[in-house]
């Protein structure tokens, strides 16, 4: 498999609060959301056109404050979600709707 260089950077404003550079092998990911043949519909990631399970959650903001958040308790979430044999979270990146509307 070809290996890609892939940067990944957080930011707070103007502010550059985390940057990571890995290489990864992927090149082709999709949700399959098509209709299940019993009942509903699937949810399968394909990836490289080979189907994978996607068991896991939606990841959103440990806190209001996210710089508030230490590397640590990050570590933390991120092991109970390994305990509950998770291999996939959806990053939630959106803004608080504090009003409700």
Known sequence: Q???TA???ATAGATVIHRTTRRVGFRHLRPDQSPHPA???RFVMVVNGRPVFAKG???VPADIIVARI???RYAELIDRALELNFNFLRVWGGVPDMYGG
């Open 2 to 4: 070809a290996l890609y």
């Open 7 to 9: 940067t990944l950077t």
């Open 39 to 41: 009942d509903g519909q």
């Open 70 to 72: 230490e590397q640590r």
């Open 57 to 59: 959650a939606n990841w």
